[in-house]
């Protein structure tokens, strides 16, 4: 049974670094073709796609915040963690950490985590 | 990055309603968009993968086509259950990128 599990600070200042961490079960990361990504979702608005980790370590980010994202992962924890540096009030959302899974050619997140709301205030 | 641009952004239909999304894609992406369903308070969850492909579970009232750089989403016989909001997706290339939404509400 695959699942997944974000966690971290409920509540940050502009201008400090947010550290989420993605514990998850029913899968190792180390298996070849396993992929883990970040994405998240400000209130009342759209799902936006953060950054992906592969099981060779390769990291994808998004364009617009790659200056401020790093990710990473502990195989023997089960853990990715995600890193977002100089936090703003519009970086308020509920972060995900999804699973890809992947059927011949097709890419898809297949399992999800609960998401976990960070509100940006002072 | 690839543009997702989904219509309508929101939509009222009643029960039993044939109900169309579409999703248009910036460039090529082949066949390469998911489509995803999202409750108030809930993670997403995908319904169909590779523009056509039925993620298992999901109910046959459910389809995916493409045309081009076109996608549309189709319910044939809205249920109840149905009122969320739906996200395109590609996965074409990194980023990934999401259409806006389209809110489906009660009429």
């Known amino acids: 049974q695959v699942t997944l599990k974000e966690s971290g600070p409920a509540l940050v200042k502009p201008t400090q670094t947010l550290t989420l961490t993605c514990t998850f079960s029913g899968f190792s990361l180390s298996t070849s073709g396993m992929r883990v990504n970040w994405i998240r979702q400000p209130p009342g608005k759209a799902l936006e796609w953060l950054a992906r980790i592969d099981w060779d370590d390769d990291k994808f980010y998004s364009t617009s915040l790659k200056t401020r994202l790093t990710i990473s992962k502990d195989t023997s924890k089960n853990q990715v963690v995600l890193t977002m540096t100089n936090m703003d009030p519009v970086d308020t959302a509920t972060y995900y950490c999804a699973r890809i899974h992947q059927v011949y050619g097709d890419l898809y997140f297949d399992y999800w985590g609960q998401g976990t709301l960070v509100t940006v205030s002072s | 990055d690839i543009q997702m641009t989904q219509s309508p952004s929101s939509l009222s239909a009643s029960v039993g309603d044939r109900v169309t999304i579409t999703c248009r894609a910036s460039q090529s992406i082949d066949r390469n968009l998911n489509w995803h369903q999202q409750k108030p308070g809930k993670a997403p969850k995908v319904l169909i993968y590779?523009?056509?492909s039925l993620q298992s579970g999901v109910p046959s009232r459910f389809s995916g086509s493409r045309s081009g750089t076109d996608f549309t989403l189709t319910i044939s016989s809205l249920q109840p259950e149905d009122f969320a909001t739906y996200y395109c997706?590609?996965?074409?290339?990194?980023?990934?990128?999401f259409g806006q939404g389209t809110k489906v509400e009660i009429k």
């Open positions: 997706q590609q996965s074409y290339s990194t980023p990934w990128t």
């Open positions: 590779g523009a056509s």
